[in-house]
């Protein structure tokens, strides 16, 4: 299947998937230059470029539905309704992180948004995913879990196994691979025989849907229908949403293993100011609303990072808190 954005979406989700789009991006550069001037220190790996994939998920995904993604999820935490503040806390060990510091940047979680877990082992997001969709399935809640991953987890034993045992129970559950073509530094010709990820759902008797990853719309309409497949008792979608990396595997990374033209061309299609000119294009906003949303975008970064720099670094008493029901006498 290969759906197309046919489907009329509203101008008011159209504009809303924009304002995310946004502030993916601003969040990001934001991110990038702190780092190269030395204002602060994180570690970093980068999503930009895959802004539609996280926006898409954020219109379609209702706020009772359940993520897990993975070290790089900036965008897609976004999108799934974390505050920029816990966010960027979190990366830069402050007290008002989502997990007060102690996490870091691979291990942000906002359960109360449906963020349940983020992953720095790749592939590891899968199986917890599929307890989170047996779950909901037991308690008989309706209630899809998406499960966000790369091109390189495609390989993992853990994705087979989870994509089986999804399949094989007819689980709420869709399978999100964002294939930035790369698995770290290694193409993803390099690592799989298979031109397209989406074909491996045939091993496992379930849809396999292949989508252009840049364009939001596309996201989102196959989204849509595999999120409606899963509520009906229907079981999992594998869906590949094609797209690329622009600033490497971390932050920091010279990329020189990506061949300057293919990274040219990847980031001539930028999917950011793509859409901007679609919005423009169809009427949907005007050049002066597009750039009051870009602002405010990075206004709402600047804001969250003031926050942020003001807030206390993590203290050693924090190591015993969430750890334990009760910390009081427990062995060490």
């Known amino acids: 299947m ?18 995310l789009m946004v502030l993916m991006k ?25 802004e539609a994939i996280g926006a898409a998920m954020g219109v379609a995904l209702r706020e009772d539905d359940q993520l897990v993604t993975t070290y790089r ?83 993992t034993g853990s994705f087979h196994e989870a994509a089986n045992m999804a399949a094989l129970w007819d689980l709420p559950m869709v399978l999100v691979c964002q294939n930035n073509r790369y698995a770290e530094m290694t193409p993803t010709e390099h690592t799989m025989k298979l031109e397209r990820v989406a074909d491996r759902a045939a091993g496992y008797g379930m849809p396999g849907v292949r989508v252009d990853g840049n364009d939001p719309l596309a996201v989102k309409s196959a989204l849509d229908q595999a999120l409606a497949r899963a509520r009906r008792g229907d079981g999992p979608t594998l869906l590949e949403c094609v797209t690329f990396r622009f600033r490497g595997h971390y ?30 294009e169809t009427g949907i906003c005007g050049d002066d609303e597009l750039d009051r949303i870009e602002r405010e975008a990075a206004d709402t970064v600047e804001a969250a990072l003031r926050t942020v720099m003001s807030a206390e670094p993590a203290t050693v008493e924090e190591l015993e808190r969430d750890v334990y029901a009760d910390p009081i006498g427990i062995p060490v």
């Open 251 to 280: 932050f920091g990374d010279r990329m020189p293993y990506i061949p300057k033209d293919q990274l040219a061309a990847a980031m001539a299609a930028d999917p950011v100011p793509r859409f901007r000119s679609r919005l423009a």
């Open 26 to 50: 601003a969040a990001d550069d934001r991110l990038s230059k702190g780092i190269s001037t030395g204002e602060f220190m994180c570690v970093y790996w980068p999503a930009r470029g895959q």
């Open 2 to 19: 290969e759906p197309s954005a046919s489907g009329e979406v509203p101008p008011d989700i159209k504009r809303r998937i924009y304002e």
């Open 73 to 155: 999820g900036l965008h897609d935490l976004i999108g799934k309704g974390v505050p920029l503040e816990e966010i960027y806390g979190e990366m830069m060990g402050r007290v008002v992180g989502a997990g007060r510091g102690k996490g870091g940047t691979m291990h942000i979680a906002k359960p109360d948004t449906g963020v349940m877990f983020s992953t720095g082992i790749v592939g590891a997001g899968l199986p917890v995913a599929v307890g989170l969709a047996m779950a909901a399935r037991r308690k008989r809640i309706d209630r899809v879990t998406v499960v966000s991953f790369g091109d390189g987890a495609t390989n």
